[in-house]
């Protein structure tokens, strides 16, 4: 069989996201489900299931704004729209790293067999990672200071209505007992 010929009458990662299309918030999509819709075995062919699976998480994402997170050796669980955030900024710290990983490679090399153009194409990337960590530390610094700022502001309009609240009802009771007064 080709690798170009088609191996049902629908692409995998369609029949995948169909599943997780019509899953509810927070089930566990898992392995076996998946490899049994796709007519696979949910241990030997576990890669091909994840394959069709990150596509499928893709349009996901795209068409219905709901994403998936990894329950390990399990499945995917459809995550709720509140934890989107910590998906998110965990990706974020994951890009980190791997910049980092990027810029020890181009850093700590033997320069001494390396031509001048290689030596000076290594120099711009260290320089470019250097520069895009930097980026990113800044950015993370200040998406700090803003989730910060937003959590102070819920802070204060929680307590404002609170007071608010109180005051009404402060209000209702005056406002009850002087129409007891004045019909007496």
């Not at 990894?70 to 910049?99: D, F, T």
């Not at 700590?108 to 990672?129: C, K, M, W, Y």
């Not at 200040?142 to 802070?155: G, H, K, S």
């Amino acid at each position: 069989m080709s690798p170009f010929d088609p191996i049902g009458e629908q692409a995998r990662w369609k029949t995948v996201y169909e599943l997780l299309r019509d899953a509810p918030v927070d089930t566990i999509v898992t392995y076996g489900e998946m490899a049994e819709a796709l007519n696979l075995d949910p241990v030997k062919d576990r890669h091909t299931v994840q394959m069709a699976m990150r596509r499928a998480a893709q349009e996901l994402e795209r068409e219905n704004k709901r994403t998936v997170d990894v329950v390990r050796n399990e499945g995917y669980r459809i995550v709720e729209p509140r934890e989107h955030l910590a998906l998110a900024r965990r990706h974020q710290k994951k890009a980190g790293r791997s910049l980092s990983r990027g810029h020890s490679k181009v850093i700590n090399v033997d320069l001494s067999g390396v031509d001048p153009e290689v030596r000076h194409a290594l120099e711009i990337t260290a320089q470019a990672f250097s520069l895009q960590m930097d980026f990113n530390r800044r950015f993370a610094v200040r998406q700090a200071q803003l989730e910060d700022a937003v959590r102070d502001i819920t802070n204060t309009q929680s307590a404002d209505r609170k007071r608010s609240e109180e005051e009404v009802a402060q209000l209702r009771e005056r406002i009850e007992r002087l129409e007891r007064e004045q019909s007496e």
